[in-house]
């Protein structure tokens, strides 16, 4: 691998990551119009409504009256990330990317663990809906550190560092990867919506050394249970698409690739 490929993923992560809070304040402060508003509802171009899903049905089960705006924006955004399949959300747009992934660099600690514990999140998933019912608010939008994190940055930050800092310190100093692996219900609503997902990690089986660093650097390691042993995409939806598996990978066996391309696992094929 060249010097120059190493990261690219991590690069363009960070720029949309980026450049999405950069549009978002720009809106607020200064009027610009490409994108208008926050994560929970905003405008692409003054005319696309933009709404997360996630939100929405909380704001669904607490009985809310919803705009149409609203409900098309959900759908939009819905839409968008089931083609795109897989959690692309959580390591393309997601603010609190930035933050667990500095806690788990600072960490240091790149081995593989047991994928026990991840079926929380699920859990959280339906205890958002349900609480968001019984209270009448939307559950996970109150205590979000995601939603505290991206409000705080484009309207001032309060009281949410708080939230945030625990975050960070938990997947610092308790478990790595933490809260997206095992905590977040926004992270199983996304893996649920890109099930079906077309844009998938290719794994070549016959470029394979069977190093193992892409295992080590994947924050859902378990995906990656066909490296090594088989051709095919990686089909699991807790995948988060974020190419860090590619970036490492010196053997060129792993790859983008649409699902149309790589529906089949053959051993030993390509």
């Given at each position: ?161 708080f939230f945030v800092a ?60 066909l490296v090594g042993k ?7 939806s807790q995948c988060t ?30």
């Amino acid at each position: 691998m060249t010097s120059l490929a190493i990261g690219k993923y991590v690069v363009l992560r960070r720029f949309v990551q980026l450049g999405a809070l950069v549009l978002l304040f720009g809106g607020r402060a200064f009027g610009w119009t490409i994108l208008r508003g926050d994560l929970s509802h905003s405008q692409l171009l003054g005319v696309v409504p933009l709404s997360d899903p996630f939100a929405t049905a909380q704001l669904l089960a607490a009985g809310g009256s919803l705009g149409a705006d609203v409900l098309i924006g959900a759908v939009v955004v819905l839409a968008v990330y089931a083609l795109l399949g897989g959690r692309t959300f959580c390591a393309w747009v997601c603010p609190l990317n930035l933050v667990t992934d500095l806690a788990n660099r600072l960490r240091g600690d790149e081995d593989p663990q047991t994928p026990s514990g991840r079926s929380i999140r699920f859990w959280a998933l339906g205890l958002s809906l349900v609480l968001s019912a019984l209270t009448g608010v939307a559950a996970f939008e109150a205590v979000s550190p995601i939603g505290m994190l991206h409000r705080g940055l484009i309207f001032g930050m309060g009281a949410g560092w708080f939230f945030v800092a625990a975050v960070f310190l938990f997947d610092w100093a308790v478990r790595r990867n933490g809260f997206c692996g095992h905590l977040c219900p926004l992270g199983a609503f996304h893996s649920l919506v890109g099930r079906f997902g077309l844009l998938r990690v290719r794994h070549v089986h016959m470029n394979c050394t069977d190093c193992g660093l892409c295992v080590r650097v994947c924050p859902e390691h378990q995906v990656l249970e066909l490296v090594g042993k088989a051709s095919g995409s990686v089909l699991d939806s807790q995948c988060t698409n974020c190419g860090r598996c590619i970036d490492v990978c010196d053997d060129q066996a792993l790859r983008f690739d649409f699902r149309r391309n790589a529906l089949s696992i053959r051993t030993g094929g390509s």
